[in-house]
């Protein structure tokens, strides 16, 4: 992904195009290369914009999902973005989810791929097995409906992050963080428009997951990906921009 990375004070990001601002919010192992997809699609019409989330470097006490938050609350201050759309994967999701209901006024719509928030599966009671570079490859394939998206590069990624102390405690963190932070009782006050996209095999955060989301938000469109499993717009992003597209569109018209 050849994409200039900005940096403006104690912030990292990617900002490419020009038009509305769409913001991408990356999951816990996640990088700016999960959405080189969606960045190369949408670059055109909209002003893409995705901060680089300090999930294993940000300060001890800050790692919690609501820490993550008062980060991109931070970042979004330091930009002065007015209001935006805004998308986010796995713990990326339950980010935006925590920003929207704390900023209503700042989120003009929200997209939820394989988002925790209500239930997530662990990584196991063994997680992070430090030095398991086998172990780390088959829990990165999980991830995926087809293990072949689980490329060598994002292994080794992977596998860098949980075999660095610092970073690898952070990341318990912000897993136990997110599994205590259930929002069920909170998403009725989501007012703005919702997309759901789901991968059908998601093992992660299951089908019955996107399914409580459509229940409990009252402005929510759920749209499935079948032979797809937790990271929908990186196993399957042709299709997964055509959705988007098709949301985005939507709420233009009836803006």
């Known amino acids: 992904m050849e994409y200039q990375i900005k940096e403006e004070g104690d912030f990292k990001y990617i900002e490419e195009g020009e038009g509305e601002t769409l913001m991408l919010l990356h999951g816990l192992f996640g990088a700016l290369s999960n959405f080189q997809f969606i960045l190369d699609e949408f670059k055109g019409k909209y002003k893409v914009v995705i901060p680089i989330i300090p999930i294993t470097e940000i300060e001890i006490f800050s790692a919690t999902v609501k820490g993550l938050e008062r980060y991109v609350h931070q970042f979004v201050q330091a930009r002065k973005y007015d209001t935006f759309i805004l998308l ?66 994002l292994v080794d990624e992977v596998f860098e992050m949980v075999n660095n102390r610092g970073k690898a405690f952070r990341i318990i963190s912000v897993a136990k963080s997110a599994m205590r932070e259930n929002l069920a009782s909170d998403l009725h006050n989501i007012k703005c428009p919702v997309c759901l996209i789901w991968g059908k095999q998601d093992t992660i955060t299951p089908p019955f997951v996107a399914e409580e989301f459509k229940h409990l938000i009252t402005h929510a469109d759920l749209y499935w990906m079948d032979k797809c499993g937790h990271a929908p717009m990186m196993e399957k992003p042709e299709e997964f921009n055509i959705l988007l597209h098709q949301f985005l569109d939507k709420i233009s018209v009836t803006a």
């Open 88 to 153: 986010g994967n796995s713990l990326g999701g339950h980010i935006a989810q925590l920003y929207c209901l704390a900023h209503p006024e700042k989120v003009k719509a929200m997209i939820l791929t394989g988002a925790s928030g209500l239930f997530e599966s662990s990584m196991g009671s063994t997680f992070p097995k430090r030095g398991d570079y086998e172990y780390m490859k088959q829990r990165t394939e999980y991830t995926f409906y087809d293990p072949k998206t689980a490329t060598k590069e």
